[in-house]
């Protein structure tokens, strides 16, 4: 079996229908290691690439004006037991486009690997960008995924990312984002992760609203058991008159499993307001006993729960 | 889920252990006249004080019970103990249920006896929709009739989260149509029109109507006249006992009517008055 074809039987781990890989109106980049098994761009969409023996190397961009309307599908990771993964990518969406990225993370057989990404992305004047990345890890959780990323969101346009990670083991996590929102720009970043076994979670995510009446919102779920351990750190300044930011982060922590929750908020102007609220702790106490009054048993109230709150 | 009808649960019953109900234990013989819900004799202190003090309290088979008192008398505590949330654990006092030794069992054994309650603030739910809540795991369940009853569209809700963007009216009515959906043999529902607008009252008080209608019984806690009057009997409760049953009537006057005896006037807000 090629390398595609395996890649394709574990798509639908991370909810994905390989039969995209086919479509031909739908753009896909699919990079094992630092070798692009295979690639498809669409109208308005440019992909510039390169294979070194240490990194895969490219230069994503949307054309001015451009409405990619499917999803462009971006799939990584590791076919082997061992291995490194580095991605330095550029994603610039011009002017007044739209697109939406899907970026598949699968690293099913993965003991001792590392996946690393370094991505410098701007969003150009009105233009908006989606981004959602799903990983999908096996059951060893020797990986270290550290994916960096920089982002600029111009005037007008607007830039939403959602992280998941929900099952397998990941070993260390560590995503560092930090976002820069100009006038009138609206940045949403979301993460929902499951950490288990030994599990070491360290998210940043940091959103700096430099224009006037830019707006933020980080939004974090964690959900620890066994001995995994989380830090999150949630840092909103703001600048500039109008702004708005909000940092929103749950963690509910089971088994031997500890977390902290760091939400930082700055404002450096009368007229900007941002606010926070954190909570760490076990399942909510009334939501479990509103279930058990219903007859579920303490775990079925529990999986209700957490589920709802990855979803 | 449906809880009605079916035999009482003697595994359950015969693994139970006693509360302090031996004393009275002759008194329970099974008969076809024993109550749904049979407390004697309950007690809860905290720091001393008793919140539930020597509480009786019967409620038959099919029956709509109403529940009054002043804020603080110990309304709220009772359905909570019942329900056997954390935190309640009465000193002393028996409750059955059906038959059954309610207070040894967990939460969900009492709930799968047929026996459940809606808050009075009813708790959020991220991520999961109102669909989700009222199937709870019967993946063919169709929500749709119950959300009828108590005055939603299902096609406006269905897919909607039961989270804070629901206006409390709203997140109360879910409540019932989660009750109602569950057909339990004994509903305790604590404010069950609270937040709720004048106008959709008619239909909170047709699901305690259905809940009856349907073979179950309510142990309805109210602050409300138009709503008390729906029960077929109603008692009184002041600082922790029932001071008062009789007809719905009956009870709204009493309350009204200021005529608690026992009272140390530190709770009963009809005497203070």
């Known amino acids: 079996m090629s390398e595609l074809d395996e890649l394709k039987r574990i798509l639908p781990m991370v909810g994905a229908e390989p039969s995209i890989l086919d479509d031909a109106r739908t ?91 370094q991505a410098v992305v701007t969003i150009g004047p009105g233009a908006s960008l989606t981004y959602t990345e799903g990983h999908y890890h096996g059951p060893h959780g020797g990986v270290r995924v550290l994916p960096h990323a920089t982002i600029t969101i ?28 100009e006038e009138e720009g609206l940045a949403e970043l979301s993460a929902k992760i499951f950490a288990h076994g030994t599990d070491h979670i360290v998210l940043k995510e940091a959103v700096m609203l430099r224009g006037e009446r830019s707006r933020g919102l980080i939004k974090t779920r964690v959900v620890l058991e066994d001995r995994a351990q989380a830090e999150i750190t949630g840092i909103t300044e703001a600048y500039a008159k109008g702004a708005r930011g909000h940092v929103d982060c749950l963690e509910i922590v089971q088994g031997q499993a500890h977390a902290s929750a760091i939400p930082i908020v700055k404002v450096f102007h009368p007229e900007a307001k941002v606010t926070h609220e954190a909570a760490i702790g076990s399942v909510d106490r009334k939501e479990l006993e509103t279930l058990m009054a219903r007859g579920l048993d303490p775990e079925q109230a529990v999986e209700m729960i957490v589920s709802g709150i990855l979803r | 889920m449906d809880h009605r009808g079916g035999p009482v649960a003697c595994t359950i019953r ?141 096609e406006r809700y269905l897919e909607r989260q039961v989270d804070r963007a629901l206006s409390g009216g709203e997140r109360h009515r879910i409540e019932l149509a989660s009750v109602l959906s569950m057909k339990p043999r004994l509903a305790i529902l604590d404010e069950p029109v609270a937040g709720i607008d004048m106008l959709s009252i008619k239909h909170i008080i047709g699901v305690i109507r259905t809940l009856k209608a349907d073979g179950g019984s309510v142990l309805l806690i109210t602050h409300q006249e138009e709503v008390a009057l729906v029960a077929d009997r109603a008692s009184q409760l002041c600082a922790g006992r029932i001071i008062f049953s009789g007809g719905p009537r009956e009870a709204v006057d009493h309350f009204r009517g200021r005529a608690c005896v026992r009272c140390d006037g530190e709770v009963c807000n009809h005497v203070r008055a």
């Not at chain 1, 992909?47 to 990584?76: N, S, W, Y």
């Not at chain 2, 009786?56 to 103990?81: F, M, P, R, W, Y």
């Not at chain 2, 967990?106 to 047929?114: D, F, P």
């Open chain 1, 27 to 117: 753009a896909h980049v699919v990079a094992r290691g630092h070798r692009i098994l295979s690639r498809r761009m669409v109208p308005g969409l440019r992909l510039d690439a390169e294979e070194t023996p240490d990194a895969i190397v490219g230069k994503l961009t949307v054309d001015a004006g451009a409405q990619i309307d499917r999803p462009i599908h971006m799939c990584f990771g590791l076919a082997h037991p061992t291995g490194t993964q580095q991605i330095r990518i550029d994603v610039e969406v011009r002017e007044g486009a739209r697109a939406r990225v899907l970026s598949h993370c699968l690293f099913p057989f993965a003991e001792e690997a590392e996946h690393r990404m």
């Open chain 1, 154 to 181: 111009g005037k007008r346009a607007r830039y939403f990312s959602d992280f998941s990670l929900l099952s397998g083991l990941v070993g260390k996590l560590d995503i560092d984002y930090l976002v820069e929102v």
């Open chain 2, 14 to 154: 015969a693994a139970l252990t006693g509360i302090g109900c031996s004393t009275i234990e002759a008194s329970w013989r099974m008969t076809m006249s024993a109550p749904l819900l049979d407390i004697r004799n309950l007690t809860l202190e905290v720091d001393r004080r008793a919140i539930l003090d020597r509480l009786d309290l019967a409620v038959q088979a099919g029956e709509i019970h109403a529940l009054l008192g002043a804020n603080g008398s110990g309304k709220t505590t009772l359905a909570c103990v019942l329900m056997g949330c954390e935190g309640y654990v009465p000193g002393a006092g028996c409750v059955r249920f059906n038959g059954v030794e309610l207070l040894p069992l967990k939460m969900h054994e009492r709930a799968r006896l047929g026996l459940t309650l809606a808050w009075q603030e009813p708790a959020r739910f991220e991520g999961v929709t109102v669909r989700e809540y009222l199937a709870l795991g019967r993946p063919d369940y169709d929500a749709g009739p119950a959300l009828r009853q108590v005055g939603l569209a299902p």
